[in-house]
Structures are given as C-alpha cells and as structure tokens.
C-alpha cells in the first residue's frame, strides 16, 4: 500500500512539473509575441510611413560620429570610414504606456525584434562600394539598418573588400516619450571618390558622401541633417593627410532616373590635404642632390673622362630609379611630380650632351693641333718658300712675309726665321688668341668653364618658377 502510494505520487510530482514547464513556455511565448503590441496600435501597418500634414513629408534628422577615417587608396579611388550612424524621426501612431518607462527616465530602449515591426526610413550611401557573391547587390542599406534575415546572412565579399556584417549588439533602438524614434549604428563603409592628381603630391581630394532616400521620394521622406550634423573623432589622425575642418555639409533634392523621381539626398564633403613632407625628403630632397652631384663633372676635364662619364650615366640611373619606384597614382595625364622629374632628368641629360660636346671639340682641337707642325716641316724643305706676285706687267719673286691667315697657317720672319701659327678670332674656332691677354683659349674649356655657371643658374631658375606656381595652384 505504502508502495503504490509513493508510485502515484511520484507520477503527479512528474506530471505537474511538466505541465508547469509548458505553462512557463507558452506563456514566455505568448509575452514575445505580444511584445511588439505594448506600443503598437491594433491597425498598426509598417509599411505605411507616419501620417504627417498634407503635402509634406516624414523628416529624418541625420547625424554622423566619424570614428576613423582610413585606406585612402588612390589606385581604386576611394577610402573607408568607420562611423557611427544617427536616424531620428517622429511616429505618432504610437500608444506609449507609462509602465514600461523607467523611473525618471523619458525613453525605454527596444528590443530589435519590436523594432523590426516598425515603420522605418531606408537611407543608403549612393556611393559606396559593396562586391557580394552569392548574394543580390543591395547598396549600403544594409549597413544602416538591421533587416533582420537578411542582415544575419553573411555575405560572401572578396579579398580586397570586406565589410562586416551588422549583428544586434551594434545598433541601438530607443522610444521616447514624445513618440520619437531613434535610431543608432556602429558601421564602415568604403566610399569611392573621384580624385584628381594633376598638382600631385601636393593635390587636394574633396570626397562626398551621398546618403539618399532607396524608396520613397521627397514627397514621401525628407531627409536633413541635425544640429550635430558630422562629428569627427578629436583623435583621428591620418598618414599622408590633413583633414580640413569644418566639413561641408549639404541638402538636396537628386533625381534619380533609374528610379525616375527625386529623392531627398544629404552630402558631406571631407576634404583631405596630402602632406607634402613625406615627399620633400624621399623625392625633391634627393633629386635636387642628384643633379647638384651632376655638375661636378664640369670641373673633371677631359683628362677624366670614365670618371665623368659613369659620374653623369649613374646620376641618370638613380634619378630614373627614383621617380619608377615612387608611390605615384598610375593615371595617364601629366602631374606636377612628372614636371619636376622631367625638369632633373633634362638637367643630368644636358651635362651629358655638353660633355659630348666638349671631347668632339677637343678632339677637332688635338687634330688642328697636330696637323700644324707638319706644314711646317713641309715649308722648311722649300716646298712652299716663295709665293708670286704681280705688280703692273712685272714678276718679281720675294719671301714670305707675316701674314694672319686661318688657325693652320704659318707666317716666316726674317730670311726662314721660326715660323709661329696664327689663328684668327672666331666663335667658330676651336681655339683663338685672347687680343687683350694673348693667351691662348680652347673652346670645350670655355663651355666647361660657362656650363659651371650656368647649369645651377638655369636649375634655379625651374625651381623658382616651378614652387611657386605649384603652392599657388594648390591653394
């Protein structure tokens, strides 16, 4: 008797304890599903924007934190932000009770699943930058809002470009008592901008921010930015760039075509400056240094020429290696860079013509020279002792006398004194008696001696004329 009693006891514990478990289920059920209905109306539709005066839209106010700002790649002309992402708007079909209010606190924060049963505006960056495989493109609407299953899926990106899906601990949904959502998100994206290089490296970017309604036109939502507008991070630094401040903010109406409607559209200008240090001590200082370095082979002379040859090719060499391995964007239009490369390479480039010149002059000089002593031993052995004249109907025969002919020719003094070449001054000599000093003067040491000069003058001058015009341009 004992026994049985225990069994049937046992059994009604067991039974009561289940069915206890399913009333706690079903009610935990009963409350999720019914969660949404606390502050939604009966008749509530969410795809229904809220009601607001006739004619007039909905207004979302818009603001940004920038948290950072990175990977400004100018191969692929676009740049990531990680921000955060603030969407306030009113919905006063709302039916907000008391109780779920905290004490002394005039908003309650929402569970992603009530919120998903709310009317909500659709903003995405018109352009930004998302590659998906296996999945649909959908702009950057993903990024600002949390479409339940289709934000839980993850997508599929390639290797250069990830973006990192939404999950519900980085966003935030809060109601206020006046019936004011808002609505909040950690996110990056990565923007293209379409940059221009023609003052590079001291060019300046100013890249937009498109943020434009997906589906409903200006008539339907209007979107503005709050008094806060874009924040940025007071900690950002970036590498390469200064970013100018106060950001540009802007609000207008685009028309779509593809869409075929205008839509409210927000717009904000970063503008980044490209520091020009970076540049001043891996490219401009060591290519002025090249070139200087190339003027020394004016003071070699031609006694030196392997010297001065492998002196002139290696300072083209190195300038040639410069200016291939700097970070230079790969665009098919002439740079600022590309002048002052073209500028150094035309400066190492004309010592070695001047030096081409100077040894084809000193070799016509040596051949002038050397030719000299042997009409005079010709002249010695009377081949050319006496020359003819004529004066009135009589010959008479007489010596040679000084006479200033071409460099080559030789004049007799005396009865067959030592004959002394003569050259006649002319630019076009290889060699000419100074009439002031009489020194004798070469040319290609002349063109040494006045290349000496005028290579640096000349070098200044493009680095005068080049820097100004370039800090001008720029600002």
Request: proline fraction near 6%.
């Amino acid at each position: 008797m004992l026994d049985k009693f225990n069994t049937n006891a046992f059994i009604s514990f067991g039974l009561g304890f289940i069915l206890m478990w399913l009333s706690e289920a079903t009610e935990a059920h009963v409350n999720y599903t019914a969660k949404p209905r606390v502050v939604l109306p009966p008749n509530y539709v969410k795809e229904i924007r809220p009601p607001s005066k006739k004619g007039s839209p909905v207004i979302v106010d818009f603001s940004i934190f920038v948290v950072d700002i990175n990977s400004i790649n100018v191969e692929d002309m676009d740049f990531r932000v990680d921000m955060f992402i603030h969407q306030r708007w009113l919905e006063s079909r709302l039916e907000i009770p008391d109780d779920i209010f905290e004490e002394g606190d005039d908003y309650v924060t929402l569970l992603p699943e009530v919120f998903e049963n709310f009317w909500q505006p659709d903003p995405y960056f018109l352009n930004s930058k998302i590659a998906g495989y296996g999945s649909p493109y959908v702009a950057s609407t993903s990024l600002l809002r949390n479409k339940g299953e289709r934000d839980s899926k993850n997508f599929h990106l390639s290797k250069d470009i990830k973006i990192a899906t939404l999950t519900h601990k980085f966003t935030s949904v809060t109601l206020y008592k006046n019936k004011t959502v808002r609505y909040a998100a950690r996110m990056h994206a990565i923007i293209a901008c379409q940059m221009e290089f023609q003052l590079y490296p001291m060019d300046i970017q100013v890249c937009p921010i498109y943020i434009e309604s997906f589906s409903s036109n200006n008539q339907k939502v209007k979107l503005r930015w709050s008094d806060s507008g874009v924040t940025l991070n007071p900690e950002l630094k970036l590498l390469q760039y200064n970013l100018g401040q106060p950001l540009e903010l802007e609000e207008s109406d685009g028309y779509m075509p593809e869409k075929v409607g205008n839509f409210s559209r927000l717009t904000v200008y970063f503008r980044f400056e490209r520091q020009i240090g970076h540049h001043l001590i891996q490219t401009f200082a060591p290519s002025s240094l090249v070139v200087m370095l190339s003027w020394f082979s004016f003071w070699l002379g031609l006694d030196a020429i392997p010297g001065r040859v492998t002196l002139l090719v290696t300072c083209m060499l190195t300038l040639v290696t410069m200016f291939t391995g700097a970070d230079i964007p790969p665009v098919a239009y002439v740079k600022a860079l590309d002048l002052w490369m073209a500028g150094c390479m035309l400066s190492v480039f004309a010592a070695l013509a001047e030096f081409v010149v100077v040894k084809v002059l000193d070799v016509q000089y040596q051949y002038q020279v050397n030719r000299i002593p042997k009409r005079i031993s010709n002249m010695e052995k009377g081949q050319c002792a006496t020359v003819a004249s004529w004066e009135g109907g009589a010959v008479r025969s007489r010596k040679a006398t000084q006479t200033p002919t071409t460099p080559g020719q030789t004049s007799l003094q005396g009865n067959g004194g030592p004959p002394k070449p003569a050259r006649r001054q002319s630019l076009l000599s290889v060699a000419w008696t100074d009439t002031d000093t009489g020194v004798e003067k070469i040319m290609w040491r002349e063109i040494d001696k006045v290349s000496r000069a005028v290579f640096p003058i000349l070098f200044f001058v493009f680095v005068l004329l080049y820097w100004p015009i370039l800090l001008m341009k720029s600002s």
